[in-house]
């Protein structure tokens, strides 16, 4: 069974950090561009961050450029997002989600939400005083 896990989110201080973790079993993210999510209160998700297959070429949403950054562990199947300087409109649900591409297909590129193969069930952050 194919799986998405995220973990690290939690309640932050303005100007504080997290890092979240998306962890995937049943597959193996080296062959998936990942991407992370962000789901504000009352809005439509958006993507924010993402990283390809093998060369770990990473893409921002220009509202996060310089304070997350998205890395990946492809020995512990992991895909991790640094946030850092934490402000209260970052407060959202965080997903991650999967989308294969075999090696010969050429370069990856971010696609539409809905070609991503595979989700992570969300975790929250909250960022208040």
């Known amino acids: 069974q194919v799986q998405l896990v995220e973990s690290g989110g939690g309640s932050v201080q303005p100007g504080g950090s997290l890092r979240l973790s998306c962890e995937g079993s049943?597959?193996?993210?080296?062959?998936?561009?990942v991407g992370w999510f962000q789901q504000l209160p009352g809005k439509e998700r958006a993507g924010i961050a993402s990283?390809?297959?093998?060369?770990?070429?990473?893409s921002y949403a220009y509202y996060v450029k310089g304070r997350f950054t998205i890395s990946r562990d492809d020995t512990n199947n992991k895909v991790y997002l640094q946030m850092n300087n934490l402000k209260p409109d970052d407060t959202a649900i965080y997903y991650c989600?999967?989308?294969?591409?075999?090696?010969?297909?050429?370069?990856?590129?971010?696609?539409?939400?809905?070609?991503?193969?595979?989700w992570g069930q969300g975790t929250q952050v909250t960022v208040s005083s």
């Open positions: 989600a999967a989308d294969y591409f075999k090696e010969d297909w050429g370069e990856w590129t971010p696609p539409d939400q809905h070609e991503y193969d595979y």
């Open positions: 049943g597959l193996s993210l080296s062959t998936y561009g």
């Open positions: 990283i390809s297959p093998r060369d770990g070429s990473t």
